[in-house]
């Protein structure tokens, strides 16, 4: 039979263990439920780019923007203090970027460029032991140019139609020439003098009116 000392020391020690995973386990679920969605998904050159975070918790002290593999002060956009009259804190790696931080844990960057590529990730504070992190890689793209406009080549069928309908139209207005050459010419002919009509016989006939001549 185990005396009540060594029933107590199981006991803390099942409870210790109980506590550890308690501790792992509840920062690991609320990392899997905090994700971040980026609105649109394909940025171009110029366009406000949103990334929005999803499964925040109701209640936190505040979060930090970082850009880059690793989380720290070199890497860090902003960080924002909801209890704040102002609450948002420009980092070193903002520069010359426009970014606005919302009280649900987003951010908004205006006029994406491709330079701003790269990972962004976010970490919420919950209490001072517990902070919930969520990461997403953003691809900045150039405008897509707008492709000039191509006529599809034509089939074999259509282009032998046109060459013929061409040699049709060719030949019809050959003709019409011509036939209007002849015209012409045959007009010429039956209107060209022809000189004067001999007399007739009987003409020859009559006396002369002043009577023979002596």
């Not at 860090?76 to 919302?102: C, H, N």
Request: charged residues 15%.
């Amino acid at each position: 039979m185990a005396s009540p000392e060594g029933a107590r020391r199981h006991f803390s020690k099942g409870l210790l263990l109980s506590a550890s995973i308690l501790a792992l386990w509840v920062p690991q679920g609320s990392r899997a439920a905090l994700r971040i969605q980026k609105i649109p998904e394909h940025p171009q050159k110029n366009q406000d780019l949103l990334l929005s975070v999803q499964g925040i918790p109701d209640t936190f002290q505040d979060f930090n923007w970082y850009l880059g593999e690793e989380a720290h002060g070199g890497t860090m956009l902003f960080t924002y203090i909801p209890e704040l009259q102002r609450p948002q804190r420009d980092g070193s790696a903002m520069g010359q970027r426009d970014i606005v931080g919302f009280p649900n844990g987003s951010m908004l960057l205006h006029r994406a460029q491709p330079t701003d590529s790269g990972t962004y990730q976010v970490a919420v504070t919950i209490n001072p032991a517990w902070t919930v992190r969520a990461k997403t890689k953003v691809q900045v793209e150039e405008k897509h140019e707008e492709l000039p406009i191509t006529h599809l080549p034509m089939s074999a069928g259509i282009m032998v139609a046109i060459i013929i309908g061409s040699l049709a139209a060719g030949a019809l207005f050959i003709g019409s020439i011509a036939h209007l050459l002849l015209t012409r010419s045959w007009r010429g002919q039956s209107h060209r003098y022809r000189g004067p009509r001999p007399l007739s016989p009987s003409l020859c006939l009559l006396p002369h009116p002043l009577g023979p001549t002596g």
